[in-house]
């Protein structure tokens, strides 16, 4: 963002230079045509009121001379019947030509024919133009400095939004950690915000999804398993036995690639789970003739296990109970 604004800077500058010293080049040079034409007029105003005093061709020839247009071979008298005073030149050999006409002393029309010559750039037109490039270019330099200053805190917010994003499509919690400069920025993390709040939702409305998933498939899976238990021995036994364990592996697969990046807390309140699982072991003991007790302590009993893997752990046990003894045998779980 930086450099763009830099070159933004740098070309919006230069081309304000560029206007700048080209408009002042014109004016002064039409400034400087315009004061020489003036002059030319000047010194055929002199020489035409010498004319008009005395036809004489010494008196005018010093009068020329004196005039910076005739020291220059650009004035000249041509008076009808007589000889040219000074140097006449066609219009297209020098320049432009301006003729005065006036009516000497004896009543003879005369003409004073002044050349003005094209515009060439003098010494102090370029030097003033050297000096407003210079100028220009030290405008430039400033303007970047400037420019620099003013768009650092922009960048500096911008720099921190895109943290926050990369670090919100990392999983991360959406933070905002120092006071916003921009209006755009603090919409930017407004919309972060909102974008997070509502992944945070999909989320858990997703583990609770799982959660739901996984004891709807495995506890008709546990009762089909004890039914299964209860065949006895058998080739169709065995075939429906391995289809329960192969759907088991299946409904396992499933859940784990269904929540492959799921962080589950390393630690569990056993009495909560043990109650939890407990509400479905007690409704098929007693479908099976069987007392079921529960002893759990009152305060929370903290075990270095996941709650899932508890409950699978607590599944596994019970399974085994169920599928090992007789229906109508007594069972009791207990947390000590």
Do not use: Y
């Not at 409950?311 to 000590?336: I, K, P």
Request: proline share 4%.
């Amino acid at each position: 963002m930086r450099r763009f604004v830099r070159w933004l800077i740098v070309g919006g500058c230069v081309l304000t230079a560029a206007v700048v010293v080209t408009v002042a080049g014109v004016a002064l040079g039409v400034g400087e045509h315009q004061r020489a034409v003036q002059a030319a007029e000047s010194d055929a105003a002199a020489v035409a009121s010498v004319l008009e005093a005395s036809t004489d061709h010494d008196t005018l020839l010093a009068a020329v001379a004196r005039t910076a247009t005739g020291r220059d071979g650009r004035l000249g008298v041509r008076i009808d019947g007589r000889p040219t005073v000074g140097t006449t030149h066609p219009a297209s050999e020098r320049g432009i030509v301006v003729q005065r006409p006036v009516s000497t002393a004896e009543g003879r029309p005369a003409v004073i024919e002044t050349v003005v010559p094209g515009w060439t750039p003098s010494v102090p037109f370029l030097q003033l133009l050297a000096l407003l490039a210079a100028a220009g270019a030290v405008a430039v330099g400033v303007a970047v400095l400037v420019g620099h200053r003013l768009v650092r805190p922009a960048e500096a917010e911008l720099r921190r939004v895109a943290r926050v994003g990369w670090s919100i499509s990392k999983g991360g919690a959406w933070h905002s950690t120092r006071a916003v400069v921009l209006p755009e920025a603090a919409e930017l993390d407004r919309v972060l915000h909102a974008v997070t709040a509502h992944a945070d939702a999909l989320r858990i409305s997703e583990r609770e999804l799982i959660s739901d998933l996984s004891h709807r498939l495995r506890t008709p899976l546990t009762s089909l398993a004890l039914d299964a238990e209860a065949i006895g021995d058998g080739e169709v036994a065995q075939r429906i036995r391995k289809a329960i364990d192969a759907l088991n592996a299946d409904v396992d697969a499933i859940i784990r690639a269904a929540r492959p990046d799921e962080v589950l807390p390393s630690h569990c309140d056993a009495v909560a789970v043990v109650r939890g699982r407990m509400t479905f072991w007690s409704a098929l003991a007693e479908h099976a003739g069987r007392c079921c007790q529960v002893s759990v302590s009152g305060g929370p009993a903290v075990v270095p296990l996941t709650s899932r893997d508890l409950a699978a752990v607590l599944d596994a046990l019970l399974g085994n109970v169920f599928g090992h003894t007789a229906d109508g045998c007594a069972v009791g779980v207990s947390v000590v």
